[in-house]
């Protein structure tokens, strides 16, 4: 029997580009909620969400990544990752689907340049035939960014 270390991601959309977050961190993908602001908290931070009795922060990824603002769509989605010791929410624009990728479709990311922080990228997978790529980000480096940890 072969084993192949392939990972599964769920694969969301920010304005034309496709993101990855490993699927064994995604907790749950809930439509737009209402999101209470929280005074004085990073430009990135949403606000706070209860789900089931727990408060979530919730990070807006495309304030994140510098994109131009959008409004809540019927397509929105809010992905609940889970960190440690406990959750925290992504705006997205969209949640496609989940993709297997094995580690041979994964690029490092010394070629890219972009408006992107590099620092939360984990490489670039290249699905479909190589005709489709999906950055794969690491969403712990995301958290810090968005809520300015300094490492």
Do not use: C
């Amino acid at each position: 029997m072969e084993i192949t270390m392939k990972k599964q991601y769920v694969i969301f959309e920010m304005d034309t580009q496709n993101f990855g977050i490993d699927i064994q961190s995604v907790q749950i993908i809930e439509r737009m909620k209402s999101i209470m602001r929280v005074p004085k908290s990073p430009v990135a931070i949403r606000g706070v969400m209860n789900l089931r009795g727990e408060i979530i922060p919730v990070i807006d990824i495309r304030t994140l990544f510098k994109m131009p603002p959008l409004g809540a769509t019927e397509f929105t989605r809010i992905m609940i990752i889970r960190m440690e010791d406990s959750m925290v929410g992504f705006i997205v624009d969209k949640v496609k689907e989940v993709l297997d990728i094995e580690p041979g479709q994964i690029e490092g990311i010394s070629t890219m340049q972009g408006k992107i922080d590099s620092s939360y990228i984990i490489g670039v997978g290249k699905v479909t035939n190589g005709e489709e790529i999906v950055t794969l980000l690491n969403h712990d480096r995301l958290v810090e960014v968005a809520f300015g940890i300094q490492e």
